[in-house]
């Protein structure tokens, strides 16, 4: 059963920076497309980044380029968000996500099948 368990979101200033991680298990990690995902009280889930199974293929949303950077060690089943220049309205819950179908690379969240349970980032003004 594949489970991702994300970690690293705290409360941080703005301008400050947090780098979040995602540990997958379960799955051939480096077969898949990884995402990361945000929610903000009262908002739609949103995309943030995704990066296909070799690392060389990456996308982000427009309010986070230039800031956010996605990556991922296959060899430890690892994925990362490092987030810089954070901005209050970065404030969310942010998840990480596989594919429900391997190989293809992916950024809607509805071709995501498996969820981690959340990390919080706040950032205060």
């Known amino acids: 059963q594949v489970q991702l368990v994300e970690s690293g979101g705290r409360l941080v200033q703005a301008g400050g920076s947090l780098k979040l991680s995602c540990a997958v298990s379960?799955?051939?990690?480096?077969?898949?497309?990884m995402g990361w995902f945000r929610q903000a009280p009262g908002k739609e889930r949103e995309f943030v980044a995704a990066?296909?199974?070799?690392?060389?293929?990456?996308n982000y949303a427009d309010s986070v380029k230039g800031r956010f950077t996605i990556s991922r060690d296959n060899a430890k089943n690892m994925g990362y968000l490092e987030m810089n220049s954070l901005k209050p309205e970065d404030t969310a819950v942010y998840y990480c996500?596989?594919?429900?179908?391997?190989?293809?690379?992916?950024?809607?969240?509805?071709?995501?099948?498996?969820w981690g349970q959340g990390t919080q980032v706040t950032v205060s003004s």
């Open positions: 996500a596989l594919p429900t179908v391997p190989y293809f690379y992916v950024t809607r969240a509805a071709d995501f099948g498996s």
């Open positions: 990066i296909n199974k070799f690392g060389s293929g990456i």
């Open positions: 379960g799955r051939t990690f480096s077969m898949y497309t």
